[in-house]
């Protein structure tokens, strides 16, 4: 046997009766909310994980003031190796770049004026996203993306931190491009540490070639990174959280 209620009987029913349901409703509104609560932690979405692409246990020093004194200049480039990894920028996954370092010589003025007439001024750098053309011998990457140019002068003799938003997408290299020069270069480490640049195979050392270098900017465009060099390092990482 069923029993209905109506409105008119609710209102006018034995005394307490109201009140009996209006407390059962509000416990069936209160387990609600405890069930909402309970589950809301275990459906929140899980934390993204952070990678620090080229961060090592150790880092060199940069290879300014001492003499000589090297920069680099004029080219797109990234480290193959570091002694401690193997190519270490290349991205584990989808993701976002949130922001990038560069450890700073601090030159002094003659050899800051040196590279300015050498390269060109100020020293600048920017991030690049390059992604390897299968096949190619020597390698060709495609420039996929970019940060914009950072001035680095008032940052010489420091580790400088830059924000950015750059998608970068599983299997692609987190270089660096230097349109003008940044001392931000480690020379005279162990052969297990070597980084590539746009250059062409041939025209690796010959200080006109480096002079008149050609950096790898213009997106979606490719480029050849036929000059390998060891014994030294690329003093910059890049953060990266990832899908």
């Not at 003499?67 to 200049?73: D, F, L, N, R, T």
């Not at 790898?216 to 490719?222: A, D, F, I, P, S």
Request: charge should be positive; proline fraction near 8%.
């Amino acid at each position: 046997m069923s029993t209905t209620y109506s409105r008119r009987d609710l209102a006018a029913g034995p005394a307490g009766s109201t009140g009996r349901i209006a407390s059962a409703l509000l416990l069936v509104l209160g387990l609600g909310l405890l069930v909402t609560l309970a589950a809301g932690p275990a459906s929140a979405a899980k934390p993204r994980t952070t990678v620090v692409l080229g961060e090592t246990a150790s880092l060199p020093d940069p290879s300014c003031p001492d003499s000589p004194c090297q920069a680099v200049g004029s080219t797109t480039g990234f480290q193959v190796s570091t002694g401690q990894s193997d190519l270490p920028f290349l991205v584990p996954d989808d993701g976002v770049v949130k922001s990038w370092t560069l450890t700073l010589a601090q030159p002094t003025n003659q050899q800051r004026s040196f590279f300015n007439g050498f390269f060109g001024m100020p020293p600048q750098a920017q991030l690049a996203i390059l992604r390897r053309v299968p096949g190619t011998r020597p390698p060709r990457y495609n420039l996929r993306g970019k940060s914009a140019i950072q001035v680095l002068t008032p940052f010489l003799g420091e580790t400088v931190r830059f924000g950015t938003s750059l998608r970068v997408l599983k299997g692609d290299i987190v270089g660096i491009t230097i349109p003008t020069w940044a001392p931000a270069f480690a020379q005279d480490l162990s052969a297990k540490n070597a980084w590539r640049a746009s250059r062409e195979a041939g025209a690796c050392t010959d200080t006109t070639d480096v002079r008149q270098g050609d950096p790898h900017e213009r997106v979606g465009t490719r480029a050849t990174y036929g000059c390998r060099y060891s014994t030294a390092r690329l003093l910059y990482t890049a953060t990266v959280v990832l899908d």
